[in-house]
């Protein structure tokens, strides 16, 4: 592997065409600028020892135009050279337009194909800052894969109707993979007798294999900037609070709206903005915030044991995360300063009666005792009606003891009939 050689790929904004560059400098006012925050950025990244052999990017003669300042990247470019990485700036003529990103990464691929590697990324998008190797990261997820198909940000299996696609396609992928996307590419051209702009459905079609480097945010974090509405959303189900590929807006949150997951999985619209919402008017440097609401996931076994005195076995832990928790059945956690302090179940059950629709049952809300009179117990409720009620749940049912009952009904829940139990004590561990 150290002997590997990548080839940098950065697709770079074509001003006149259109597409998402009008939207982006409807909500970013340093579009000119993009392109020297990324190899400024880049520069924090790049070290002696990096595979990156060469970086590649498309000169365009429109953009330079529309943006005096886009391509005023000289000075980087010379600290780049001095590290042995070979800096690209292919021209092009107004008669060979770009209208995406991929277009792009298949015409430099067919003048560079000799790499065993293509790191493929935006201009707004970059390393997340001093990540040392960060080449050497990605290429060491892809190796899980045997260096095959295209290992990218984001690989859901619903987003536009597809089995897999990549959703936010900046990731890497191998010269033999590469090879075999790019003849797929030029069969459909020969096919369609013309050049032929691709989209980010038909990029994905292109490989045999899509593969997710962030595995929903266990390994990495999964930050979009969508161009339209000027927001960051974060796709991460698990909260990692690692990064490795970011969009350039995520080093400016004094300025952007973060909104973050977790999302309806099956859904085909983009998150709702209320689940709940990181505004921070900080730099990047101070990181996620550390006092959020989020899902329960396999890292948490101690913390989750200790607050809940459970007794359970680590096997029998993670078997629960990974064949109960779901959909209709969700654990969430308040962390404060990285420490779990309060958690709450929500089961969704789905009836034959009342026409079929979903009833939530919220179970098991505890605070840990230092924790208590912070008003944390009701986010975490809260969170869970907020959860029943995008799930289309008609009502949603809880039990509790009567010191609690005032607690209950200062957020609305009612009394309504008598809640009943029988124990089966010998199944009980």
């Not at 005096?68 to 470019?77: N, T, W």
């Not at 034959?352 to 117990?377: A, L, Q, S, W």
């Amino acid at each position: 592997m150290d002997g590997a050689s990548i080839n940098y790929i950065i697709a770079t904004y074509d001003g006149k065409v259109g597409g998402c560059g009008y939207e982006r400098d409807k909500h970013d006012n340093d579009s000119e600028k993009i392109l020297q925050k990324h190899f400024e950025n880049l520069l924090t990244c790049l070290k002696p020892n990096t595979l990156i052999k060469q970086i590649t990017l498309i000169l365009n003669k429109d953009t330079q135009e529309s943006y005096r300042e886009y391509y005023k990247i000289d000075k980087y470019l010379d600290e780049i050279k001095k590290l042995g990485i070979s800096v690209i700036l292919l021209p092009i003529s107004s008669k060979l337009l770009f209208k995406t990103s991929y277009s792009q990464y298949l015409y430099i691929y067919s003048k560079y194909p000799n790499f065993d590697f293509n790191i493929l990324i935006e201009d707004d998008w970059v390393p997340s800052p001093n990540l040392d190797c960060f080449d050497r990261i990605l290429l060491n997820e892809y190796r899980k894969y045997n260096n095959k198909g295209f290992l990218s940000a984001w690989v859901p299996n619903w987003f536009c109707q597809q089995p897999r696609h990549s959703a936010i396609s900046v990731g890497i992928i191998s010269g033999e993979s590469m090879k075999k996307a790019y003849d797929k590419f030029s069969m459909l051209q020969l096919n369609h007798k013309k050049r032929l702009s691709l989209g980010q459905s038909q990029f994905s079609r292109l490989f045999e294999e899509l593969h997710d480097y962030s595995n929903s945010g266990e390994n990495f974090m999964i930050p979009f900037w969508e161009t339209s509405k000027g927001l960051i959303y974060e796709y991460a189900m698990k909260l990692s609070k690692k990064y490795l590929l970011i969009p350039i807006q995520l080093l400016n949150l004094n300025k952007y709206k973060y909104i973050v997951g977790p999302y309806e999985k099956h859904s085909l619209n983009m998150p709702p903005a209320n689940i709940f919402e990181w505004v921070q008017k900080c730099n990047y440097e101070k990181g996620i915030p550390k006092n959020i609401i989020r899902d329960l996931v396999k890292s948490d076994y101690e913390q989750y044991s200790t607050l809940m005195d459970s007794n359970i076995t680590r096997i029998k832990y993670e078997n629960f995360i990974d064949n109960v928790l779901g959909s209709n059945h969700e654990i969430i956690v308040k962390e404060n300063e990285g420490k779990l302090v309060a958690t709450g179940t929500l089961i969704i059950e789905e009836k034959i009666t009342y026409g079929g629709c979903k009833m939530g049952h919220i179970e098991n809300i505890f605070v840990n005792p230092n924790y208590r009179k912070r008003g944390i117990g009701e986010k975490i409720v809260n969170e869970l009606l907020a959860r029943s009620k995008r799930k289309k749940c008609y009502r949603v049912d809880l039990n509790c003891k009567a010191e609690l009952e005032k607690f209950y009904k200062k957020m609305d829940f009612k009394e309504k009939h008598i809640c009943m139990n029988i124990y089966f004590k010998e199944n009980f561990n």
